[in-house]
Each structure stands twice: as structure tokens, then as C-alpha cells.
């Protein structure tokens, strides 16, 4: 799934969102850049709102935005993306990698596991992304 930025102000979404831990200015500027495509490695949906797992511009690792703040410019989902609930914090629905589950602790506090792990992610899915990219190379 790829995203493109068209927003980069929190501010402009609802105001519950203002206050959740993103990293943003005083006047609520994100650390994205308007227009860019970013690489979607997940999905969660909770009570805020829905979210995209994307690597911010100051960050190694991916970090869930509003997705408010995009527009999907692919929507397909990789095939062995899994979805889990999570109700001990209410009702939270997140769509990803298999392994993510598992180190996603790690991953967001960026721990060497985190990184690790995070790796094995990126290398996953731009496997797929080749996969399909050489598919739709050979019915031209």
C-alpha cells in the first residue's frame, strides 16, 4: 500500500489528534513532506481514529500517522499482511506484517530488536513491490 501526504498539519484534523504523541511544532506540523509517497507497513483503527505505520522524514523506523493526513495512491494490502484485536486498550484493529506483532514494542520504542526486525519488513515488502512492478512489466 502506498500513501501521498496532503496535509502536514495536525491541526487541520480533529483535535483528539492533536493531543496523541506525534512529533509536530508549535503549530502542528508533522515530519512529513506534502506530495511525497510513503511505503505503508501497516494499519490500525482504534477509538481516535484510523492510522498508517510510515516512515517519518527524521526517523529509521515507521511510526503511526493519521491517515488524515494522506490520500491512498495504492490501496492493495499484501496478501500475508494479518489483522489482530487488541481489546485491552479498547477496541484496536491492526492490519501488518506477521512479525510485526510480536516486536512492535521494539519497533516503536527503537530498540536493536525493533531495528532488526523492522529490517526484515522493509526487505519483505519491497520484495513484494519488485514482484508486482516485474509483473506489470511483462503484459506490456
Known amino acids: 500500500m502506498i500513501v501521498k501526504c496532503i496535509n502536514v498539519n495536525i491541526k487541520k484534523l480533529d483535535k483528539k489528534l492533536q493531543e496523541f504523541a506525534f512529533t509536530q511544532d508549535e ?10 509517497q ?7 483503527t482504534n477509538k481516535i481514529g484510523k492510522f ?3 516512515i517519518t522524514e ?11 493526513l494522506f490520500e491512498a495512491t495504492d490501496s492493495k494490502i499484501p496478501k500475508y499482511w494479518i489483522s489482530k484485536t487488541d481489546v485491552i486498550y479498547g477496541k484496536d484493529t491492526t492490519i501488518s506484517d506477521p512479525i510485526y506483532f510480536d516486536a512492535s514494542e521494539d519497533i516503536e520504542d527503537g530498540t536493536d530488536e525493533g ?3 523492522f ?3 522493509k526487505i519483505k515488502i519491497l520484495e513484494v513491490l519488485f514482484q508486482c512492478l516485474t509483473t506489470k512489466f511483462k503484459k506490456v
Not at 27 to 36: D, Q
Not at 38 to 44: K, T
Open 52 to 54: 498508517y505505520l510510515v
Open 115 to 117: 531495528f532488526e526486525v
Open 38 to 44: 510513503y511505503l505503508v507497513f501497516g494499519i490500525r
Open 58 to 68: 527524521d526517523s529509521e523506523l515507521p511510526w503511526w500517522m493519521p491517515d488524515g
Open 119 to 121: 529490517q526484515k519488513m
Open 27 to 36: 503549530e502542528g506540523i508533522v515530519e512529513l513532506v506534502e506530495g511525497k
